[in-house]
């Protein structure tokens, strides 16, 4: 685990924010930043995103999109936020893998509570919504494998609010019913290269499929 954070100027995210945000450690590890991204640098962020009109999940070299998400992208994959991340939750992730990608649309049938594969070791979503309004689409920490209401805490996916989470057989989660627009940006260090590899090519022939064929949008999924 690093003991001091690499110097680099990041412009777009706030890291005093992650570490002062409180971790939560029963029953599993978690934090929620609100304005991760900051605030005079949200818009920008926004506008840039990447057009997604079918859900699922897309690696970013699927996607096209503006110079402001792609700075963001930069520096959520520089030495300083995966060092803070390992101050967080005090392990090391060090050659550990790091993939993203990126959801644009919620199904009905998404948010259904899981904990994640055991391949993954850290989870972190970072939401670039307007303020939402919804009452479903709202993750869920939860306590229980089959009860979406016994819930530590529900966490709005805001613009700019970063939630993230130490996978373990307990760290369950899940949401409401929420159908339409809802962007996230999903992060997760695996634990090798060969889970990267079949993680992108299942999530790249995913979009594939849903893309020549739009009753496959109609499939179940996880979604966070």
């Excluded at 689409?137 to 966490?155: F, H, K, N, P, Q």
């Excluded at 993680?199 to 979604?223: D, I, M, T």
Aim: with cysteine; aromatic share 8%; hydrophobic share 40%.
């Amino acid at each position: 685990m690093s003991s001091a954070p690499t110097r680099i100027d990041l412009q777009l995210v706030d890291l005093r924010a992650l570490e002062a945000a409180p971790l939560n450690r029963e029953p599993f590890q978690f934090v929620v930043v609100k304005d991760f991204v900051r605030p005079e640098a949200l818009p920008a962020v926004m506008e840039a995103f990447p057009p997604i009109d079918r859900p699922g999940s897309f690696p970013l070299e699927r996607l096209r999109y503006g110079e402001a998400f792609a700075r963001l992208v930069a520096e959520l994959e520089s030495p300083a936020f995966r060092e803070a991340v390992e101050r967080k939750f005090e392990l090391d992730l060090s050659g550990r893998p790091f993939m993203i990608t990126v959801r644009g649309q919620c199904r009905a049938r998404d948010g259904q509570i899981h904990t994640d594969s055991r391949t993954k070791i850290v989870t972190a979503l970072l939401y670039l919504n307007p303020p939402w309004t919804a009452p479903g689409g709202r993750l869920r920490m939860l306590r229980s494998a089959d009860d979406l209401e016994d819930v530590i805490t529900e966490v709005p996916p805001d613009g700019g609010t970063l939630l993230m989470f130490r996978r373990s057989d307990n760290s369950y989660h899940g949401h409401l019913p929420y159908e339409g627009p809802r962007r996230t940006l999903q992060m997760n260090w695996v634990t090798d290269q060969a889970v990267l590899e079949r993680e992108l090519k299942r999530h790249s022939l995913s979009s594939w499929v849903k893309a020549l064929n739009p009753f496959a949008r109609r499939a179940a999924g996880g979604g966070a």
